[in-house]
C-alpha cells in the first residue's frame, strides 16, 4: 500500500488519541485555545474575576459578614486593621468596618442595579418610539430628552430627593426617572442607522409589522451597545449614590452604606484614616470593575464585528 494512502487513517487514530473531532459539524471542532485567547485579554480576565467577587459579596455578604453591621463596642472603638478581631478596623462606636463596607455594598448595588434597569427601560423604549415614528412624536420625544439633559443631574436628583424624602425607594425612582437619557441618545442614533439598512427594508415591504421588526431587527441590533453602557452608567449611579448618601439625603442616618461610611469619617481623619479610606477603596474598586467589564463587552463587539466606540 502506498505511504500517502495511510495518513488519512493515522491522522484519524492521533485525533481520536487526543480527544479532538475531525468532523466540521461537530461544535468541539470549532472550539480551540487560539479561538478562546482571540476573544479574551488580561484586561477582560480582570474584569471578570473582580465583577464575580463583586456579586459573591453582594449576594452572599450576609454569611461574610464577621460581626453585626449596626453592632460596636465601645472598648474597640478605633481598631487598627486587623487588631481585636477586626479585619477591616473598627470605627468611632466600635462597628466592624469590613462588615459595614459588604453591606453598604450590597445596599449601593441594589440601588444602582434597580434604578439602571429602570433607565434602560426607559431610555430602550423611547429611544426605539423616536427612531421608528417619524414627525411629532420623535420631535416631542429628542426635544424632552435634549430639555432633560440640560440641567445637572446631580443637582436635579437633590432637589427631589429633599422635596421627596430619604430612604431606598425615593433614591432608586430618583435615579431611575431622570438618568436614562445615555441610552435613548444610544439607541435612538443605532436604531435610526439600522432602519435605514437593506433587511429592515425589505421586512417592511413584506408586510411584517411594526413591533415585529422593532423587537425582532432592530432591538438584537443595538444589544451590544445596551450591556457597555449598562455596564458605564451603573459605575456611574454607584457614584451617585454614594455621593447623596455622603451630603445625608440618600439612605437613611444609620444605615451602613459607603456614602454614610464617608460622612462619618471625615471628623476623624487624622485619628483613624482607615474610617476613610474602607469606603473610598470600595468606591474605586466598584467604579473600576464596572468600567472594565464595560471596557471588556466593548472589546468583545469589535472583536465580532460590531463597532462599539465608548
Not at 78 to 102: C, P, T
Request: with cysteine; proline share 4%; charged share 15%.
Amino acid at each position: 500500500m502506498p505511504e500517502n494512502s495511510k495518513q488519512p487513517s493515522d491522522a484519524l487514530a492521533i485525533a481520536k488519541t487526543a480527544g479532538v473531532s475531525l468532523n466540521p459539524l461537530d461544535p468541539t471542532s470549532r472550539f480551540n485555545a487560539s479561538k478562546l485567547k482571540q476573544f479574551t485579554n488580561t484586561e477582560i480576565v480582570i474584569a471578570f474575576i473582580l465583577f464575580v467577587t463583586l456579586v459573591i459579596l453582594a449576594v452572599f455578604g450576609s454569611f461574610l459578614q464577621t460581626h453585626d453591621p449596626m453592632q460596636g463596642d465601645l472598648l474597640k472603638r478605633f481598631a487598627k486593621v486587623g487588631e481585636k478581631g477586626y479585619l477591616l478596623g473598627s470605627d468611632h462606636l466600635g462597628r466592624d468596618l469590613w462588615s459595614r463596607a459588604v453591606a453598604g455594598l450590597q445596599w449601593s448595588m441594589a440601588c444602582a442595579l434597580t434604578a439602571n434597569v429602570i433607565n434602560l427601560l426607559i431610555g430602550t423604549s423611547l429611544g426605539l418610539m423616536a427612531a421608528e415614528k417619524e414627525g411629532w412624536a420623535r420631535t416631542i420625544i429628542r426635544q424632552f430628552t435634549d430639555t432633560l439633559q440640560s440641567f445637572p443631574f446631580l443637582v436635579v436628583a437633590i432637589v427631589v430627593v429633599v422635596i421627596v424624602g430619604h430612604g431606598f425607594v425615593p433614591l432608586v425612582l430618583t435615579l431611575g426617572l431622570g438618568a436614562w437619557v445615555v441610552f435613548m441618545r444610544v439607541v435612538y442614533a443605532e436604531a435610526t442607522s439600522i432602519y435605514q439598512r437593506d433587511y429592515v427594508k425589505a421586512a417592511r415591504i413584506a408586510g411584517v409589522s411594526r413591533s415585529a421588526i422593532m423587537f425582532g431587527h432592530v432591538l438584537p441590533g443595538v444589544r451590544a451597545s445596551l450591556f457597555v453602557i449598562f455596564a458605564f452608567h451603573f459605575a456611574g449611579l454607584l457614584i451617585a449614590e454614594s455621593a447623596l448618601s455622603f451630603l445625608g439625603i440618600g439612605a437613611p442616618l444609620g444605615v451602613p452604606t459607603w456614602g454614610n461610611m464617608l460622612a462619618e469619617s471625615r471628623q476623624y481623619l487624622l485619628k483613624a484614616p482607615w474610617m476613610l479610606m474602607v469606603p473610598a477603596g470600595a468606591i474605586v474598586l466598584a467604579v473600576i470593575t464596572m468600567n472594565l467589564v464595560g471596557d471588556g463587552i466593548a472589546s468583545l463587539s469589535r472583536k465580532r464585528g460590531r463597532s462599539i466606540d465608548v
